[in-house]
């Protein structure tokens, strides 16, 4: 099964910015999608955005579309959240999630994904 290991959180200020990276290590494939999902203090887990190896097509949450950029770099086999206009609103445990045989779009859940990362905690100040 393929290990995710999720980097890039931290406390930063309402308006700034951060990048969260999710490298990718074991069996990986050129197929497949890769979502970036969150979870704040008492509230379920939702996804963020998502992105399909295979041809790069993404999908994003609506209170994040303009603001969040997913992309890839399947060299380093890593995939990227650029985080900007941050609110306070967006502070959660950040998580990305790959499966292989998942094509994503606005209809995929977390219960889609087969394989997860530890979470990274991003927290916006206001």
């Known amino acids: 099964q393929v290990q995710l290991v999720e980097s890039g959180g931290g406390l930063v200020q309402s308006g700034g910015s951060l990048r969260l990276s999710c490298a990718a290590s074991?069996?990986?494939?050129?197929?497949?999608?890769i979502g970036w999902f969150r979870q704040a203090p008492g509230k379920e887990r939702e996804g963020v955005s998502c992105i399909n190896i295979s041809d790069g097509t993404t999908y994003y949450e609506d209170s994040v579309k303009g603001r969040f950029t997913i992309s890839r770099d399947n060299v380093k086999k890593t995939v990227y959240l650029q985080m900007n206009s941050l609110r306070p609103e967006d502070t959660a445990v950040y998580y990305c999630?790959?499966?292989?045989?998942?094509?994503?779009?606005?209809?995929?859940?977390?219960?889609?994904?087969?394989?997860w990362g530890q979470g990274t905690q991003v927290t916006v100040s206001s």
């Open positions: 074991g069996p990986t494939s050129d197929y497949g999608a």
């Open positions: 999630a790959q499966d292989p045989d998942l094509y994503c779009s606005g209809y995929s859940t977390a219960g889609d994904f087969g394989s």
